[in-house]
């Protein structure tokens, strides 16, 4: 029996995967077992199908459905060479070249299969966990150095000992996997790829902090990520990883998964706790923070999924060994994700410290349009645009915020030489202006008024007296925002601004057109 | 719709959503989508009746619905379309695939074609970012759009 890979990942899907594995299966019956893996990452291959063979398991792609004939003709069940084989498909430098600790199993193994997963390592971090105390447990991840890959890079091992050093007899472990930024999708392929990772990693933060139940906050525009969680859940539940108990332990968690509702708010921890409790999600004022009053007031961790993800492979091969990847202080590995006008996206998993050329021109080979560079936006829509000529910057949580930027949740959108940057910072006002909680001024009007500021910018209205009230407007909304989506939102605007002025002049876009 | 709760009456119906959650803690959203999923919006008559059976007032259940974007008030087209408009998609040109969409089927985002059969909804990422432009039809994932591989989607969707 020949055994096919072809991912369920919704990238994969988007672009033609289950129609790709039902010819697969219909061309090649009973001769082939098809298994729905997680993606490999390379999603400019997708759908990419994997052959396993004696030398190892061999990529084609992209295939598409009418292709699959032709391609069992000439050979694809043996690993035949072809114009779509790409070869082993763990040696291509893409592949070879990543550290892949949170990612490791993504896209190799089948998602929902416990067997795969012990197999591929699963579990010796919990087995770990469960066989010390919770104080050794906090002290392991402190070592490691991770920090928080939500966006803000706060210390996952000073937050879990204030949960465990906080008194009481109810505490929680929620995961933040409302993944909202855009050029962001680590988190969902981590949950459709690899759910028991997170599991895992989850069960483990709440022996160390002694919380008894924990909840996943899913974006509801992710609901193949729901659904896999879902039965990932119920598998765990049947095997004794959750539960009373968990591997014979005196440990007991219970896990579910709650859906957002379309908020992009509901990402910032306090509204997400605010959500989960049934509310709108309105900000709350810090302090008290999640540790010590979080859900239904209770002491709660609140991490992002890549942060948990992460924390199985610390236990399982120790926090030192995890801190000696990276540089400065931002240690271990982070999941970069290459998106937007870009020739090879996907996720490149890699310690810290790479530079951000390297992965946009390197690895991701530039953009798709096959025009320059002009800009990348890092750490999503709060996230500042870097010009091309920025490219030596390393991935760094500090060397990003020397240079004014910001890492956030590792996600880089390229974009070409046509882009139009004045109108990327009206964007990020008018995404402001939408999703706003509403709670505080500086953000739900400041974000109304830069959208009307930058349009009369653009269209030569007073234009230096409206570039100095756009100014001012930004500096309001940093310094009196209640979080940071009011106080972020300069971000993009000013970096635009400072690094392309031209496009702000009037008639910018119509000229650029012409062009 | 369920067949069985045909008969039912709105009432029964919603008390029996909120019953399928009564031992979640804050079931309001579970609640809520499952009104949702249960009629296919989550009409204003609904709201004294969650109220009612959740110890709420009717202000924080109304509070809830409209802050969220998913809860609508009236049902959608027999499609829904959404839109990706956020920023890796546009650097792919989704601003162009929006303009295309509008033209194509006539109306703007937001709206549902006079004919019931397409809502167009603009969503701000679906995590599909190096496939882009992506939109979601009817909930499954689509990438690499453009307004061919749009209409010829839909006019599959429509055979199926
Ligand atoms: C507007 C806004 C949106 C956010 N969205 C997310 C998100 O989608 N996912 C996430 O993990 N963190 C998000 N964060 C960061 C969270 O507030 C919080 O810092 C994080 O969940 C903590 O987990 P970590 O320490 O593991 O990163 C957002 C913050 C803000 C201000
Ligand atoms: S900054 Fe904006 S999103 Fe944050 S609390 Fe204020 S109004 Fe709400
Ligand atoms: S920006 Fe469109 S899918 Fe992420």
């Known amino acids: ?515 | 719709m369920a067949v069985e709760s045909a008969g039912a009456s709105v009432a029964e119906r919603v008390r029996a959503v909120v019953e399928a959650h009564r031992d979640e803690r804050g079931a309001l959203l579970p609640i809520l989508h499952g009104i949702q999923a249960e009629f296919g919006y989550i009409d204003p008559e609904v709201v004294p009746i969650l109220a009612a059976e959740l110890n709420l007032s009717r202000a924080d259940v109304h509070g809830v619905v409209t802050f969220y974007s998913d809860f609508r008030s009236e049902p959608a087209g027999a499609a829904t379309v959404r839109l990706c408009r956020a920023e890796a998609c546009q650097s792919v040109g989704a601003e162009k695939l929006v303009a295309d969409a509008e033209q194509v089927f006539g109306v703007k985002l937001g709206q549902t074609t006079p004919d019931g059969s397409v809502t167009l909804q603009q969503v701000f990422c679906l995590g599909n970012c190096a496939l882009g432009p992506a939109a979601q039809i009817n909930g499954r994932m689509y990438g690499r759009l453009d307004r061919t591989r749009l209409v010829e989607i839909l006019a599959k969707g429509a055979e199926a």
């Open chain 1, 1 to 515: 029996m020949i055994t096919v890979f072809v991912p369920r990942d919704s990238a994969a899907v988007s672009v033609g995967a289950d129609e790709v594995a039902a010819a697969i299966q219909r061309e090649a019956g009973d001769a082939v077992r098809v298994v729905r893996n997680g993606s490999r990452g390379m999603l400019w291959l997708e759908p990419l199908v994997e052959v396993v063979t004696e030398r190892g398991r061999i990529g084609y792609g992209p295939v598409s459905p009418a292709a699959v004939p032709g391609l069992i003709e000439a050979g694809m069940l043996a690993g035949a060479d072809h114009e779509l084989c790409h070869g082993v498909v763990d040696e291509l430098p893409w592949m070879a070249e990543q550290q892949r600790l949170c990612f490791a199993r993504v896209g190799v193994i089948d998602p929902l299969s416990t067997d795969d997963y012990e197999a591929h390592g699963g579990l010796r971090g919990l087995r770990t966990a469960l066989e010390r105390d919770p104080a050794a447990v906090v002290a392991e991840v402190t070592e490691s150095g991770l920090r928080g890959r939500g966006g803000a890079g706060f210390p996952a091992g000073i937050k879990w000992k204030t949960v465990l050093d906080a008194q009481g007899p109810l505490k929680f472990v929620c995961c933040n996997a409302d993944e909202g930024d855009s050029g962001t999708f680590a988190d969902r392929m981590l949950m459709e790829g690899d759910p028991f990772c997170l599991i895992e990693g989850m069960t483990i933060a709440a022996h160390a902090v002694g919380a008894s139940e924990g909840y996943i906050y899913i974006r509801s525009e992710y609901p193949d990520a729901v659904s896999t969680m879902r039965r990932a859940i119920d598998i765990a539940y049947a095997h004794g990883w959750l539960g009373e108990n968990i591997l014979g332990s005196d440990t007991s968690f219970d896990l579910f998964v709650r859906v957002g509702a379309g908020a992009y708010i509901c990402g910032e921890e306090t509204s997400m706790l605010e959500s989960l409790e049934g509310k709108r999600g309105m900000v709350r004022s810090k302090p008290p923070i999640p540790a010590i009053t979080g859900l239904f007031g209770k002491p709660t961790v609140v991490n992002n999924v890549l942060t948990l993800a992460s924390v199985p492979a610390i236990l399982a091969d120790g926090g030192s060994a995890y801190a000696e990847l990276g540089v400065d202080r931002s240690r271990g590995t982070q999941v970069f994700q290459l998106a937007g006008n870009i020739a090879r996206g996907g996720v490149f998993e890699t310690a810290f410290g790479i530079t951000l050329g390297e992965l946009v021109d390197g690895y991701g080979g530039g953009t798709r349009s096959g025009r320059p560079v002009r800009a990348v936006q890092v750490g999503g829509p709060l996230g500042s645009y870097v010009p091309a000529g920025q490219f030596g910057l390393p991935m760094d949580y500090e060397a990003f915020a020397e240079a004014e930027a910001m890492l956030g949740h590792g996600g880089i959108v390229v974009f070409d030489d046509t882009v139009d940057m004045a109108a990327m910072a009206r964007f990020a006002m008018e995404f402001c202006a939408e999703e706003s909680c509403g709670k505080c001024t500086p953000c739900r009007v400041g974000a109304v008024r830069g959208v009307e500021v930058i349009d009369k910018i653009t269209g030569g209205d007073d234009r230096d007296g409206n570039l100095a009230l756009l100014n001012d407007l930004c500096e309001l909304m940093t310094d009196g925002s209640l979080c940071a989506m009011g106080g972020l939102t300069p971000n993009p605007v000013r970096s635009a601004l400072n690094h392309f002025p031209d496009d702000f002049s009037s008639g910018a876009a119509t000229q650029k057109e012409a062009t």
